[in-house]
């Protein structure tokens, strides 16, 4: 089987109900910007396993939260059926409080600098944020949007977290 369609040379794309539509869409909008933040993701998670820091729990989590993005893909293509959930969102807040624990009280407002890997999940949290923006667009269900608002708040505490467990200072805001 080939791996092209030919099906959206002219700029159409097909959802999961089979419905043609334009691939400028604010629909493939939100899922295309979906997809990339579970590419960034991916790429965090190889920076992940590079590093020095054992931080399997986190790798586990982070392919987790890949496989609901690609859920999340599917609800917004159209697809029947349920998707992500309540418990789902649950489950991300659970990982950011056992993450909280862990890292001093934030103080101030943070730069999103420092390692290679503290600096993917600020850069997955901005493309998470979009994601989010163009979903409201689309007036996607409260679980969903709830999932979005929480693995951007799970990828913030990731980057306190990995740089406190390497070893690396935050770098506060100053205001001039």
């Not at 917004?76 to 349920?82: D, I, K, N, Q, V």
Request: glycine share 6%; aromatic share 6%.
């Amino acid at each position: 089987m080939a791996i092209y369609t030919k099906t959206g040379d002219k700029g159409e794309t097909s959802l999961a109900n089979g419905e043609r539509i334009s691939k400028a869409d604010a629909r493939i909008e939100a899922y295309g910007t979906v997809d990339e933040l579970n590419s960034w993701i991916g790429l965090l998670r190889a920076g992940l396993k590079q590093s020095a820091v054992s931080l399997q729990p986190t790798d586990e989590q982070l392919a987790w939260m890949q496989n609901k993005l690609f859920n999340l893909g599917a609800a917004l293509s159209l697809a029947p059926g349920e998707w992500v959930s309540e418990a789902d969102v649950h489950h991300v807040e659970a990982w950011i409080d056992a993450m909280q624990a862990q890292v001093p009280k934030q103080r101030a407002f943070i730069l999103p600098a420092g390692s290679e890997c503290v600096a993917r999940c600020h850069v997955c949290r901005t493309i998470c944020r979009r994601a989010e923006r163009r979903m409201i667009a689309l007036g996607c269900p409260d679980e969903a949007m709830q999932l979005m608002n929480r693995i951007s708040d799970y990828l913030f505490v990731l980057s306190r977290y990995i740089g406190c467990k390497t070893g690396e200072p935050e770098e506060a805001w100053k205001k001039d």
